[in-house]
């Protein structure tokens, strides 16, 4: 079992930056990577962002690229994603997820992004 926790979510205006954070606990796997993915209202589940633990390679989607980065503290057992240059069209429930691609075996509770115009 893994645990996922996701913090960092919030309201901010476009333009503007938030981190958020999912920190990661019980029986990790080193072939695992940690995604983010958004549902935003009304919309389909989308994938943001992705990072091997044990490589750091990374992954974007073309939405995000240029602006989200990901990240992740192999300490601290948690991945990051820095959103810069917010949009409104940024808002949605953000998930961190664990897995292989195609595959996911855990998925944190979500954390609301709200980006105002």
């Known amino acids: 079992q893994v645990q996922l926790v996701e913090s960092g979510g919030g309201l901010m205006q476009a333009g503007g930056s938030l981190r958020l954070s999912c920190a990661a606990s019980?029986?990790?796997?080193?072939?695992?990577?940690t995604h983010w993915f958004r549902r935003a209202p009304g919309k389909e589940r989308e994938f943001v962002a992705r990072?091997?633990?044990?490589?750091?390679?990374?992954y974007l989607a073309d939405s995000v690229k240029g602006r989200f980065t990901i990240s992740r503290d192999n300490a601290k057992n948690t991945v990051y994603l820095q959103m810069n240059s917010l949009k409104p069209e940024d808002t949605a429930v953000y998930y961190c997820?664990?897995?292989?691609?195609?595959?996911?075996?855990?998925w944190g509770q979500g954390t609301q992004v709200t980006v105002s115009s």
């Open positions: 990072i091997r633990w044990s490589s750091g390679n990374t």
């Open positions: 019980g029986r990790t796997r080193s072939s695992y990577y």
């Open positions: 997820a664990v897995g292989v691609p195609g595959s996911i075996d855990y």
